[in-house]
């Protein structure tokens, strides 16, 4: 597998991580504050997934995705 097509898989599974981290940590917080730094992971995670999904999509249409 190419590197640069690793490091997207890597990125997309660090992305879930964050999903999982942020529902977790939202659901165990015990003030505003935590919701606010669950609330920019999780939203953080969603922006780079759909980043890293469109990259993804743009290397399977060049034939460049293992």
Known sequence: MKACNKNIRKTLKLVEEMI???NSGDA???????????G??????YRIKKIAEEE???????????
């Open 40 to 45: 920019i992971l999780r939203d953080s995670a």
């Open 20 to 22: 999982e981290l942020a």
């Open 56 to 66: 993804k999509n743009t290397h399977r249409e060049k034939g460049k995705w293992d």
């Open 28 to 38: 165990d917080r015990d003030d505003v504050g935590c919701g606010i730094l669950y």
